[in-house]
């Protein structure tokens, strides 16, 4: 890595460390308005109907894990897990909470119990309710025991949430069979695009890691919102310059 | 209910933040940067971002058997709960320890099942994820009807067209290649850098402490 | 994490041991509002819910049987301070709920700064002064002591009590409290209600003179000690009582509501008249929603349901059924409308809106009642209006307007502290967002069903969840906190904002949802007959199956179409399209990959990366392929590795399909590498310990100490990320090429790290095609032996590929043994079959599966070119004119530059080039004349395509047709003269012709598909 790259590196993450620490004190004082995003608003209405109906709701990682790119989505992702668990602490049934990479297991299960022991609800959580099936980035043996376990366990909507490639298409279209809600979203462009179109409330790239801002009352997590629209608009700003540097030094 | 700060929830913090600056300045720094490097260097963070890595890495694989144990764990209590379907957690664990058995008794045999077996299995749920995609574009505008799902049903229909290999679609290639060089390109790396940012911003949070979701 | 959603509810409002008990009639009111969570005991939740939050039974008419239950416990004044901890050095006693209750404060001691804390004061003391300080009241009164006479001054509540400020102000010691002593025994630092005091009945918050609202409802957030204040009081519940935490202007509630900063004209415009914040909340028929976190509201609900118990998750706060046109949703709506009408509220803005008033149709309370909130709010005005005015909130849901409450003329108020932007901050900060309603307001407008309607087990559910802790004990880690001073984790939710709401224009009902509401309406019309009410509600609660067991025809059909369309070329029928070309461009990425493996040497070790999985095997085996079987073909050793476990059996299974191969010699099965980019960074610097031995753990016998040991390094890769891993992680530590085979759906993306780490790129099946052709082309070379260096050249007298090969000939006649009889080779059709070899030499045996071998049991090379380590051509043959006095000519006929190579093949390197028109003189044509061996202009000797020459002697012009070819090669059909190719010709990708043409026809069908399904579906829509 040349000198340049590791300059731009080192100023990239103390900017976005000091954008973080200003934007999380504003976010305490003033109240930031969110779009409105419909996954998120129809978060309760899933719960709710899992709780009415006695089955568990499907989330899912997909092949997110903590050793790679991923590892920062599985923690976005297991903050909107931990929301919606907290929300269906009060019903019977726990939601099942699937992943493709067992480094994700733990922090699966973890999420799970925290959710239900803040409800004081721990006796309704078991750790079978998070499950690993094999193996790895797009893998159909995951997408066809998701598929399955649709009908199996019963499930009430699915929240796909993660990293998904083209296999996502095999789970939704199961979920679209059983007439499942479903929310989905991916840091693969395949799956993304799979999540739009198969998905009832899609997200779109960055936003599962507002579901802490949309889902929770946490000031930080507004001001990470905060963070990453300032620093959209400085990167906004850095190509358009180096657009502008670039075309004329070739005119 | 005010819960006290407890020591174990303070170390592992402290564990993620240290492990955390001396991952990203082992990597990050290099021999160029002066004073910096040198204090990288002469502090042995590289070789400590290194191990670890390494300790990272053996971790992860370790948890392999954890998700077997999981995986186990989930088929043997459906059967005991008689859950629906159970029959196919039964052969689940039958097959799990009899490949297990095959490959103790023959290293060779693992090959064999994988071959003929796994990647057959994939092969045939990848032929079906091809009807699976063809549907999901054949109707998503019995889904979702707006112009959004138009343009988005237009996109895919040019991008396919363009790749028949036919004289007749030159134009439509021409104008494929363009949407795949361009637009999408545009997009895609548009998406990409949004997750980067976010990705970036909640990394920086777990640097230093505000992220703290993985503790009690 | 974030805390529990519904944390706002104000819990720390509620009793901590709540009973609904109503043994205790007596009338002392319930100031369970003002006590804080006490321990651990799970809360219950007042089931008679009044006030903003539900939780203000002092709200309630005393002498209705809904008074809430008040024990000992309720006076109680450890809200007051933090019974478990000190408070810190210099630190300002926190008072109140909000500990801001300045105006309890001794204003004497009324100072800017905050005012020490003497421990040894009496807790109420240290109150009332901090009270008066911060309100800066000056009232000329000595801080309470409960031990002078001074303390008779105070009304009988907060006398007795101990001076010990170790010990909690408890029930215990204070005498039993009446609220009608609040009032006639009001200290001199409390005004006095007079008669003036405005009627309950005609009681409004208009008439509340905001200029005067205590500290308490308008918390300054600048300040520190707030947070502290609830940390240490509530912990992890701070969250909570942030709701009031100022926000925007920095004032309280306010915060929520202040039209600066959360609303512009037009969102004012679109606002329905009961405006925003609380208004619309209270507002059955508000425009606005509510987010749905933000459950302080949540039991504000209409009369009619306040008998009933909510959830903490159910919505009664204001609409009635009459109101509402949508029952309860069962189940999630369907997304079953156009995203582009995701943002319309319009079935809102039917809704009309009921006039809110501030008078109360109801009895008016009693004047003498007891209202805290109203009289602590009233203090400080100097008008003469402090009252402690019972409200009924059964009205004061339909009545009060929050709006003139919470208006903007708080702003006026803001504290000289007000917190104010940042100078980093730009102003348009707060407002982020588009200026929409940003609550999960779909959820809101359910209506909650009546209890009646639950069954059984819904019914326990509710009942198990007013038990709950509704509250997240996050944790308050202050040593964290101080690092970054003034974070909390508080913060109220979004505001209600006004617009549209971004989820359907209009509710679609399922039917099922449609069978449910006729079948409350049925319960309704059955009031009186119960068995039809039982088996109704049975009905209703039953959940709905879910699996549809009935045959989807729509995807039958789909995919028998498909099917057909990928089967039918493969017997010969819709072989639709052109073949790819059977050369890359020249200096094209795919040539550069191409030519990356063809300067391999024999004993080289190449480092192939297998990084895809089954769902691309179909693309990218076939790549996997060409590429091992040249790696091969030139005698380097491959070393298989991936991140992915699948890709490393995938890649190893091709690699086995090649005969003649010893493993752990010939080729290393090096493993799976975990971890994925952190697992290839450390590959990279413990490539020893991960190649010294192979998938099944044998040893490999390699000594490899860098990557720089390899001589190139392959991947392909099915994402762009394993891609981007190798790029970013990989080819920056090392100065070996990387090319690339990637699949199809990648490739668009992958182009930015061409020529910034990937040397060179295939993509997908089209051009694996065309690699295999050029494979068929190559000659082997001979594979060294183990001692064998990467600088040794193979002999020339047997070029044979591997010792089986030779062993074991099954040679059919060679092609071109009378080479001088062999017609000249007409150009290829499209639908030539694909069995023939290029340079006519005999082929192979049938034992190579995957390799077009051109091996020759006798070689007698008569040309041996110079400076080549590649074995010569066949024996060449002299041109067909005789005469040596003749010389041939011939016109280079090509689109474009078109190489001359050492050798008649194109395995052979170029050694040159020549410009299309350019005229050669052309030497010598090998024995089945397809390859001319030229001399340029410049002396230039070497072998071109026969096809691409245009002789000047006609009769040697091999085009009948007299078609220019270019350089988009189409492979030549067999010499007619020639025996047929062996039946058991190896091919590199078995049915490739066939498999092309059912990707063509497959792709033209799918089209069409798709196509006519969505016209269908649009048109059927729009009907």
Same mark, same amino acid.
């Given at each position: 890595?040349?000198?340049?790259?590791?300059?731009?590196?080192?100023?990239?993450?103390?900017?976005?460390?000091?954008?973080?620490?200003?934007?999380?004190?504003?976010?305490?004082?003033?109240?930031?308005?969110?779009?409105?995003?419909?996954?998120?608003?129809?978060?309760?209405?899933?719960?709710?109907?899992?709780?009415?109906?006695?089955?568990?709701?499907?989330?899912?990682?997909?092949?997110?894990?903590?050793?790679?790119?991923?590892?920062?989505?599985?923690?976005?992702?297991?903050?909107?897990?931990?929301?919606?668990?907290?929300?269906?602490?009060?019903?019977?049934?726990?939601?099942?909470?699937?992943?493709?990479?067992?480094?994700?297991?733990?922090?699966?299960?973890?999420?799970?119990?925290?959710?239900?022991?803040?409800?004081?609800?721990?006796?309704?959580?078991?750790?079978?309710?998070?499950?690993?099936?094999?193996?790895?980035?797009?893998?159909?043996?995951?997408?066809?025991?998701?598929?399955?376990?649709?009908?199996?366990?019963?499930?009430?909507?699915?929240?796909?949430?993660?990293?998904?490639?083209?296999?996502?298409?095999?789970?939704?279209?199961?979920?679209?069979?059983?007439?499942?809600?479903?929310?989905?979203?991916?840091?693969?462009?395949?799956?993304?695009?799979?999540?739009?179109?198969?998905?009832?409330?899609?997200?779109?790239?960055?936003?599962?890691?507002?579901?802490?801002?949309?889902?929770?009352?946490?000031?930080?997590?507004?001001?990470?919102?905060?963070?990453?629209?300032?620093?959209?608009?400085?990167?906004?700003?850095?190509?358009?310059?180096?657009?502008?540097?670039?075309?004329?030094?070739?005119? | 209910?005010?819960?006290?700060?407890?020591?174990?929830?303070?170390?592992?913090?402290?564990?993620?933040?240290?492990?955390?600056?001396?991952?990203?300045?082992?990597?990050?720094?290099?021999?160029?940067?002066?004073?910096?490097?040198?204090?990288?260097?002469?502090?042995?963070?590289?070789?400590?971002?290194?191990?670890?890595?390494?300790?990272?890495?053996?971790?992860?694989?370790?948890?392999?058997?954890?998700?077997?144990?999981?995986?186990?764990?989930?088929?043997?209590?459906?059967?005991?709960?008689?859950?629906?379907?159970?029959?196919?957690?039964?052969?689940?664990?039958?097959?799990?320890?009899?490949?297990?058995?095959?490959?103790?008794?023959?290293?060779?045999?693992?090959?064999?099942?994988?071959?003929?077996?796994?990647?057959?299995?994939?092969?045939?749920?990848?032929?079906?994820?091809?009807?699976?995609?063809?549907?999901?574009?054949?109707?998503?505008?019995?889904?979702?009807?707006?112009?959004?799902?138009?343009?988005?049903?237009?996109?895919?229909?040019?991008?396919?067209?363009?790749?028949?290999?036919?004289?007749?679609?030159?134009?439509?290639?021409?104008?494929?290649?363009?949407?795949?060089?361009?637009?999408?390109?545009?997009?895609?790396?548009?998406?990409?850098?949004?997750?980067?940012?976010?990705?970036?911003?909640?990394?920086?949070?777990?640097?230093?402490?505000?992220?703290?979701?993985?503790?009690? | 994490?974030?805390?529990?959603?519904?944390?706002?509810?104000?819990?720390?409002?509620?009793?901590?041991?709540?009973?609904?008990?109503?043994?205790?009639?007596?009338?002392?009111?319930?100031?369970?509002?003002?006590?804080?969570?006490?321990?651990?005991?799970?809360?219950?939740?007042?089931?008679?819910?009044?006030?903003?939050?539900?939780?203000?039974?002092?709200?309630?008419?005393?002498?209705?049987?809904?008074?809430?239950?008040?024990?000992?416990?309720?006076?109680?004044?450890?809200?007051?301070?933090?019974?478990?901890?000190?408070?810190?050095?210099?630190?300002?006693?926190?008072?109140?709920?909000?500990?801001?209750?300045?105006?309890?404060?001794?204003?004497?001691?009324?100072?800017?700064?905050?005012?020490?804390?003497?421990?040894?004061?009496?807790?109420?003391?240290?109150?009332?002064?901090?009270?008066?300080?911060?309100?800066?009241?000056?009232?000329?009164?000595?801080?309470?002591?409960?031990?002078?006479?001074?303390?008779?001054?105070?009304?009988?509540?907060?006398?007795?009590?101990?001076?010990?400020?170790?010990?909690?102000?408890?029930?215990?010691?204070?005498?039993?409290?009446?609220?009608?002593?609040?009032?006639?025994?009001?200290?001199?630092?409390?005004?006095?209600?007079?008669?003036?005091?405005?009627?309950?009945?005609?009681?409004?918050?208009?008439?509340?003179?905001?200029?005067?609202?205590?500290?308490?409802?308008?918390?300054?957030?600048?300040?520190?000690?707030?947070?502290?204040?609830?940390?240490?009081?509530?912990?992890?519940?701070?969250?909570?009582?942030?709701?009031?935490?100022?926000?925007?202007?920095?004032?309280?509630?306010?915060?929520?509501?202040?039209?600066?900063?959360?609303?512009?004209?037009?969102?004012?415009?679109?606002?329905?008249?009961?405006?925003?914040?609380?208004?619309?909340?209270?507002?059955?028929?508000?425009?606005?929603?509510?987010?749905?976190?933000?459950?302080?509201?949540?039991?504000?609900?209409?009369?009619?349901?306040?008998?009933?118990?909510?959830?903490?998750?159910?919505?009664?706060?204001?609409?009635?059924?009459?109101?509402?046109?949508?029952?309860?949703?069962?189940?999630?709506?369907?997304?079953?409308?156009?995203?582009?009408?995701?943002?319309?509220?319009?079935?809102?803005?039917?809704?009309?809106?009921?006039?809110?008033?501030?008078?109360?149709?109801?009895?008016?309370?009693?004047?003498?009642?007891?209202?805290?909130?109203? $009289?602590?709010?009233?203090?400080?005005?100097?008008?003469?209006?402090?009252?402690?005015?019972?409200?009924?909130?059964?009205?004061?849901?339909?009545?009060?307007?929050?709006?003139?409450?919470?208006?903007?003329?708080?702003?006026?108020?803001?504290?000289?502290?007000?917190?104010?932007?940042?100078?980093?901050?730009?102003?348009?900060?707060?407002?982020?967002?588009?200026?929409?309603?940003?609550?999960?307001?779909?959820?809101?407008?359910?209506?909650?069903?009546?209890?009646?309607?639950?069954?059984?087990?819904?019914?326990?559910?509710?009942?198990?969840?007013?038990?709950?802790?509704?509250?997240?004990?996050?944790?308050?880690?202050?040593?964290?906190?101080?690092?970054?001073?003034?974070?909390?984790?508080?913060?109220?939710?979004?505001?209600?904002?006004?617009?549209?709401?971004?989820?359907?224009?209009?509710?679609?009902?399922?039917?099922?949802?449609?069978?449910?509401?006729?079948?409350?309406?049925?319960?309704?019309?059955?009031?009186?007959?119960?068995?039809?009410?039982?088996?109704?509600?049975?009905?209703?609660?039953?959940?709905?199956?879910?699996?549809?067991?009935?045959?989807?025809?729509?995807?039958?059909?789909?995919?028998?179409?498909?099917?057909?369309?990928?089967?039918?070329?493969?017997?010969?029928?819709?072989?639709?399209?052109?073949?790819?070309?059977?050369?890359?461009?020249?200096?094209?990425?795919?040539?550069?990959?191409?030519?990356?493996?063809?300067?391999?040497?024999?004993?080289?070790?190449?480092?192939?990366?297998?990084?895809?999985?089954?769902?691309?095997?179909?693309?990218?085996?076939?790549?996997?392929?060409?590429?091992?079987?040249?790696?091969?073909?030139?005698?380097?050793?491959?070393?298989?590795?991936?991140?992915?476990?699948?890709?490393?059996?995938?890649?190893?299974?091709?690699?086995?399909?090649?005969?003649?191969?010893?493993?752990?010699?010939?080729?290393?099965?090096?493993?799976?590498?975990?971890?994925?980019?952190?697992?290839?960074?450390?590959?990279?610097?413990?490539?020893?310990?991960?190649?010294?031995?192979?998938?099944?753990?044998?040893?490999?016998?390699?000594?490899?100490?860098?990557?720089?040991?390899?001589?190139?390094?392959?991947?392909?890769?099915?994402?762009?990320?394993?891609?981007?891993?190798?790029?970013?992680?990989?080819?920056?530590?090392?100065?070996?090429?990387?090319?690339?085979?990637?699949?199809?759906?990648?490739?668009?993306?992958?182009?930015?790290?061409?020529?910034?780490?990937?040397?060179?790129?295939?993509?997908?099946?089209?051009?694996?095609?065309?690699?295999?052709?050029?494979?068929?082309?190559?000659?082997?070379?001979?594979?060294?032996?183990?001692?064998?260096?990467?600088?040794?050249?193979?002999?020339?007298?047997?070029?044979?590929?591997?010792?089986?090969?030779?062993?074991?000939?099954?040679?059919?006649?060679?092609?071109?043994?009378?080479?001088?009889?062999?017609?000249?080779?007409?150009?290829?059709?499209?639908?030539?079959?694909?069995?023939?070899?290029?340079?006519?030499?005999?082929?192979?045996?049938?034992?190579?599966?995957?390799?077009?071998?051109?091996?020759?049991?006798?070689?007698?090379?008569?040309?041996?070119?110079?400076?080549?380590?590649?074995?010569?051509?066949?024996?060449?043959?002299?041109?067909?004119?005789?005469?040596?006095?003749?010389?041939?000519?011939?016109?280079?006929?090509?689109?474009?530059?078109?190489?001359?190579?050492?050798?008649?093949?194109?395995? $052979?390197?170029?050694?040159?080039?020549?410009?299309?028109?350019?005229?050669?003189?052309?030497?010598?044509?090998?024995?089945?004349?397809?390859?001319?061996?030229?001399?340029?202009?410049?002396?230039?000797?070497?072998?071109?395509?026969?096809?691409?020459?245009? $002789?000047?002697?006609?009769?040697?012009?091999?085009?009948?047709?007299?078609?220019?070819?270019?350089?988009?090669?189409?492979?030549?059909?067999?010499?007619?003269?020639?025996?047929?190719?062996?039946?058991?010709?190896?091919?590199?990708?078995?049915?490739?012709?066939?498999?092309?043409?059912?990707?063509?026809?497959?792709?033209?069908?799918?089209?069409?598909?798709?196509?006519?399904?969505?016209?269908?579906?649009?048109?059927?829509?729009?009907?």
């Amino acid at each position: 890595m040349d000198a340049t790259t590791q300059v731009l590196g080192l100023l990239v993450i103390v900017l976005a460390l000091s954008v973080t620490m200003i934007t999380t004190q504003i976010a305490r004082r003033r109240r930031a308005l969110l779009r409105p995003i419909p996954a998120y608003q129809m978060i309760p209405e899933f719960v709710g109907f899992a709780i009415e109906s006695n089955r568990p709701l499907q989330l899912s990682f997909g092949s997110a894990e903590l050793t790679g790119p991923s590892t920062l989505l599985s923690l976005a992702s297991a903050e909107l897990f931990y929301q919606i668990a907290q929300r269906n602490a009060v019903g019977d049934v726990a939601p099942l909470i699937t992943m493709s990479n067992t480094s994700l297991l733990p922090f699966g299960q973890d999420t799970l119990r925290r959710a239900y022991q803040s409800r004081g609800r721990i006796d309704r959580f078991r750790n079978t309710n998070v499950r690993w099936y094999p193996a790895g980035a797009r893998s159909l043996t995951y997408a066809a025991a998701i598929a399955s376990i649709m009908g199996d366990d019963r499930v009430s909507a699915n929240v796909f949430a993660g990293r998904f490639g083209p296999e996502l298409a095999l789970m939704m279209e199961a979920g679209l069979r059983r007439d499942l809600p479903s929310i989905a979203v991916s840091d693969q462009l395949e799956g993304q695009a799979i999540a739009f179109v198969f998905a009832d409330y899609p997200l779109i790239g960055e936003e599962i890691f507002q579901a802490g801002a949309y889902l929770s009352d946490s000031a930080s997590q507004m001001g990470q919102t905060i963070t990453i629209d300032l620093l959209r608009w400085v990167l906004i700003a850095a190509l358009l310059i180096l657009m502008g540097l670039s075309l004329l030094n070739g005119v | 209910m005010r819960r006290s700060t407890n020591f174990w929830s303070i170390l592992s913090v402290a564990i993620t933040i240290s492990a955390g600056i001396i991952t990203v300045l082992g990597l990050l720094v290099g021999d160029q940067l002066g004073l910096l490097s040198t204090l990288v260097t002469g502090l042995g963070i590289r070789t400590q971002a290194t191990i670890l890595l390494r300790i990272a890495a053996i971790t992860i694989a370790l948890t392999l058997f954890i998700g077997i144990l999981n995986l186990l764990a989930v088929h043997v209590e459906r059967i005991v709960t008689r859950r629906s379907n159970a029959f196919y957690s039964v052969a689940l664990i039958l097959s799990f320890f009899l490949v297990i058995g095959m490959y103790v008794v023959q290293r060779a045999s693992g090959f064999v099942i994988l071959q003929n077996l796994q990647i057959s299995i994939e092969s045939a749920l990848a032929a079906l994820l091809l009807f699976a995609l063809v549907y999901g574009a054949a109707t998503i505008t019995r889904r979702r009807r707006s112009l959004t799902s138009i343009w988005f049903v237009g996109v895919v229909l040019i991008v396919l067209i363009g790749a028949i290999p036919l004289g007749e679609f030159a134009v439509v290639t021409q104008v494929r290649d363009w949407l795949l060089t361009v637009p999408v390109n545009a997009g895609a790396r548009g998406i990409l850098l949004g997750i980067a940012l976010a990705t970036l911003v909640a990394g920086v949070r777990v640097l230093i402490g505000l992220e703290r979701s993985y503790r009690e | 994490m974030g805390n529990d959603f519904d944390n706002d509810d104000l819990s720390w409002l509620r009793r901590p041991n709540d009973q609904d008990d109503d043994s205790n009639q007596d009338e002392q009111p319930d100031l369970d509002w003002l006590i804080g969570d006490q321990g651990n005991a799970p809360k219950q939740r007042d089931e008679k819910r009044l006030g903003v939050t539900g939780e203000l039974p002092w709200l309630r008419d005393r002498d209705s049987d809904d008074q809430g239950v008040t024990s000992e416990e309720d006076l109680n004044f450890d809200w007051m301070s933090d019974p478990t901890s000190e408070p810190k050095q210099g630190e300002q006693r926190r008072l109140g709920v909000t500990g801001q209750l300045n105006w309890l404060q001794d204003p004497t001691e009324a100072t800017e700064e905050a005012p020490q804390v003497n421990a040894r004061k009496s807790a109420i003391e240290e109150q009332i002064e901090a009270a008066e300080r911060a309100a800066g009241v000056n009232r000329n009164i000595e801080t309470p002591n409960f031990d002078d006479e001074e303390t008779s001054a105070l009304p009988s509540w907060l006398q007795g009590a101990e001076a010990d400020p170790e010990d909690d102000l408890t029930l215990d010691d204070a005498p039993e409290f009446n609220f009608e002593d609040l009032v006639s025994e009001n200290p001199d630092w409390l005004p006095t209600p007079t008669a003036t005091n405005t009627p309950v009945e005609s009681f409004n918050f208009d008439d509340l003179d905001v200029a005067e609202t205590p500290d308490w409802l308008r918390v300054d957030r600048a300040s520190t000690d707030d947070d502290d204040f609830f940390n240490d009081l509530f912990g992890d519940q701070a969250d909570e009582v942030d709701l009031f935490a100022g926000q925007s202007s920095g004032t309280g509630l306010t915060g929520l509501l202040n039209a600066d900063d959360v609303l512009d004209e037009s969102d004012e415009a679109a606002l329905a008249p009961s405006g925003t914040g609380l208004t619309g909340l209270l507002n059955p028929d508000a425009s606005t929603e509510l987010d749905s976190d933000f459950d302080l509201f949540k039991d504000f609900g209409d009369p009619a349901s306040e008998d009933e118990e909510p959830s903490f998750d159910d919505f009664d706060w204001s609409f009635s059924e009459d109101q509402l046109e949508t029952p309860s949703p069962v189940q999630p709506v369907r997304s079953s409308s156009s995203m582009d009408e995701l943002d319309d509220l319009g079935w809102l803005e039917s809704l009309e809106a009921a006039p809110v008033t501030a008078s109360s149709s109801k009895t008016p309370p009693k004047a003498d009642s007891i209202d805290v909130d109203s $009289f602590l709010a009233s203090l400080g005005t100097g008008s003469g209006n402090e009252i402690i005015p019972q409200v009924d909130f059964d009205d004061l849901a339909n009545t009060i307007d929050f709006e003139d409450l919470f208006n903007d003329d708080f702003d006026q108020l803001q504290s000289p502290q007000e917190e104010t932007p940042l100078p980093l901050a730009p102003d348009w900060l707060a407002n982020v967002s588009v200026g929409e309603v940003s609550a999960s307001a779909i959820v809101r407008k359910q209506q909650d069903r009546p209890l009646e309607d639950l069954s059984d087990r819904l019914l326990a559910l509710r009942e198990e969840g007013l038990n709950l802790n509704p509250t997240e004990t996050v944790e308050n880690d202050l040593a964290l906190a101080n690092l970054i001073p003034d974070l909390t984790d508080a913060l109220p939710p979004a505001p209600i904002q006004p617009g549209t709401l971004s989820i359907t224009n209009q509710l679609k009902l399922t039917p099922e949802q449609i069978k449910n509401a006729q079948l409350l309406a049925g319960i309704a019309s059955l009031a009186g007959d119960a068995i039809g009410v039982e088996a109704l509600r049975e009905s209703v609660a039953k959940p709905r199956p879910r699996l549809r067991l009935q045959l989807k025809i729509g995807r039958l059909l789909i995919a028998v179409v498909v099917l057909i369309a990928v089967i039918l070329p493969f017997f010969g029928i819709g072989q639709i399209g052109e073949l790819p070309p059977g050369l890359f461009p020249t200096n094209s990425p795919e040539q550069r990959v191409f030519d990356q493996i063809d300067r391999l040497q024999p004993g080289q070790l190449v480092l192939f990366a297998a990084e895809y999985g089954a769902t691309s095997a179909g693309d990218l085996n076939t790549v996997s392929d060409v590429l091992l079987n040249h790696i091969v073909l030139r005698g380097a050793r491959p070393v298989i590795v991936s991140t992915n476990p699948i890709g490393v059996l995938l890649a190893s299974e091709r690699v086995t399909r090649i005969t003649g191969l010893t493993p752990n010699t010939d080729y290393y099965i090096g493993g799976y590498i975990a971890g994925e980019s952190i697992g290839l960074r450390d590959f990279s610097e413990n490539l020893r310990q991960l190649t010294s031995n192979d998938l099944q753990g044998q040893s490999t016998g390699l000594a490899l100490n860098s990557l720089d040991d390899f001589a190139l390094i392959v991947v392909v890769a099915e994402r762009l990320e394993s891609a981007r891993n190798w790029a970013e992680q990989i080819a920056p530590i090392t100065n070996v090429p990387i090319t690339m085979g990637i699949s199809y759906s990648a490739s668009p993306l992958i182009m930015p790290y061409l020529n910034a780490g990937i040397d060179g790129v295939i993509i997908g099946y089209e051009d694996a095609f065309t690699y295999s052709v050029l494979l068929e082309g190559l000659e082997g070379v001979d594979r060294p032996t183990e001692e064998a260096t990467a600088s040794e050249t193979p002999t020339v007298e047997t070029p044979i590929l591997a010792t089986p090969i030779v062993e074991t000939p099954t040679l059919a006649t060679p092609i071109a043994e009378t080479p001088t009889a062999t017609p000249i080779p007409t150009l290829a059709s499209p639908t030539a079959q694909p069995t023939t070899i290029a340079t006519g030499e005999s082929i192979a045996t049938a034992t190579v599966d995957a390799i077009i071998i051109i091996a020759t049991e006798e070689v007698t090379p008569t040309l041996t070119p110079e400076n080549t380590v590649i074995p010569p051509s066949p024996t060449p043959i002299p041109p067909t004119p005789t005469d040596a006095a003749t010389e041939t000519f011939a016109r280079v006929n090509a689109s474009q530059a078109v190489n001359v190579r050492e050798g008649a093949g194109l395995g $052979f390197r170029p050694v040159g080039s020549v410009q299309p028109g350019e005229r050669v003189l052309v030497l010598e044509a090998n024995s089945d004349q397809t390859w001319y061996r030229v001399r340029l202009a410049n002396d230039l000797e070497g072998w071109i395509l026969g096809t691409l020459l245009d $002789f000047e002697d006609d009769s040697t012009n091999w085009d009948d047709e007299g078609q220019t070819v270019y350089i988009s090669f189409i492979r030549q059909s067999p010499p007619t003269s020639t025996p047929a190719p062996i039946a058991s010709a190896p091919e590199l990708i078995p049915y490739r012709e066939e498999r092309w043409y059912a990707m063509t026809l497959g792709i033209s069908v799918i089209v069409l598909i798709i196509a006519v399904v969505n016209i269908f579906n649009l048109i059927r829509r729009g009907r």
